[in-house]
């Protein structure tokens, strides 16, 4: 699957504007929120910009679907179910999730979805290095390759 998976980890509380424009055009406004993207040259030069903020990494199908089905909200804050899905695209959760994966579909295809995704804070807390080391030195900022999945599941 080449979809990848960005998290924001810090705030941006005394960040440039130019970093700050970059998170937003990611749709991460916030702390603790989760973006879908396609693994892309454009993105991939985003994330290099904004890495001291965030984390990132290649997304599961499973991971995907339960962050589908706990925190996929419509307009005016209502929760994504599988029957609106159903009657938007003619697939549960289950197949949408596939055809994500294939590039068939993407998440702009269900519409009122929102394309960010808003999470907790993880249970039993970050990583020790804490939020400003790279994930690499044992903190929690940069790539983690398929380790994303982990840190998701927590914050859902």
């Known amino acids: 699957m080449n979809k990848i ?63 589908l089905i706990a925190r996929g909200k419509l307009a005016a804050k209502k929760t994504l179910t599988e029957e609106y899905v159903k009657e938007k695209t003619k697939l549960n959760f289950e197949q949408l999730v596939g055809e994500i994966e294939l590039d068939k579909k993407s998440l702009k295809d269900v519409p009122g979805l929102k394309q960010f995704f808003k999470l907790k804070a993880p249970e039993g807390g970050f990583e020790r290095g804490g939020i400003k080391k790279p994930y690499s030195m044992g903190g929690v900022l940069g790539y983690r390759k398929e380790n994303i999945n982990k840190l998701i599941q927590k914050m859902l």
Request: proline share 2%; charged share 25%; with cysteine.
């Open 5 to 67: 998976a960005i998290v924001r980890i810090r705030s941006s509380i005394n960040v440039k504007r130019k970093i700050v424009d970059t998170l937003n055009k990611l749709k991460l406004y916030n702390q603790h929120t989760c973006v879908i993207v396609n693994n892309t040259k454009p993105i991939l030069g985003m994330i290099k910009k904004v890495k001291d903020y965030v984390t990132w990494g290649e997304i599961n199908k499973e991971t995907l679907q339960n962050l």
